[in-house]
């Protein structure tokens, strides 16, 4: 059985800083890409980041570049996600996935992933 374990989320002050960090197990980590999403009340799931399976190749949502790394261990078998000068406009719940779906197409949307964590809340006060 899949899972993914998302931890690390809070409240925390504009300006601050959380590290996000999903545990995989149940698959074979090292051949999948992973996500890191986000989904504010009443707004569409967004890729805020992702990472290839060998870790080389990483993508930033525009609102997020300069502030957010993301980043893996495979032999840890999890995922992270370092977020800096956090914003009120970055509060939502976080999630992390995996897909073995390498197109660039399929892996900008969430109907590109195969497997989700339960997500951890994220709230930045101003």
């Known amino acids: 059985q899949v899972q993914l374990a998302e931890s690390g989320g809070g409240l925390v002050q504009a300006g601050g800083s959380l590290r996000l960090s999903c545990a995989a197990s149940?698959?074979?980590?090292?051949?999948?890409?992973m996500g890191w999403f986000r989904q504010a009340p009443g707004k569409e799931r967004e890729c805020a980041a992702r990472?290839?399976?060998?870790?080389?190749?990483?993508y930033y949502e525009e609102s997020v570049k300069g502030r957010f790394t993301i980043s893996r261990d495979n032999a840890k078998n999890t995922v992270y996600l370092q977020m800096n000068s956090l914003k009120p406009e970055d509060t939502a719940v976080y999630y992390c996935?995996?897909?073995?779906?390498?197109?660039?197409?399929?892996?900008?949307?969430?109907?590109?992933?195969?497997?989700w964590g339960q997500g951890t809340q994220v709230t930045v006060s101003s």
């Open positions: 996935a995996a897909t073995t779906k390498t197109k660039v197409s399929d892996l900008v949307t969430s109907r590109g992933y195969d497997y």
């Open positions: 149940g698959l074979a980590f090292s051949n999948y890409a």
């Open positions: 990472i290839s399976s060998n870790g080389i190749i990483r």
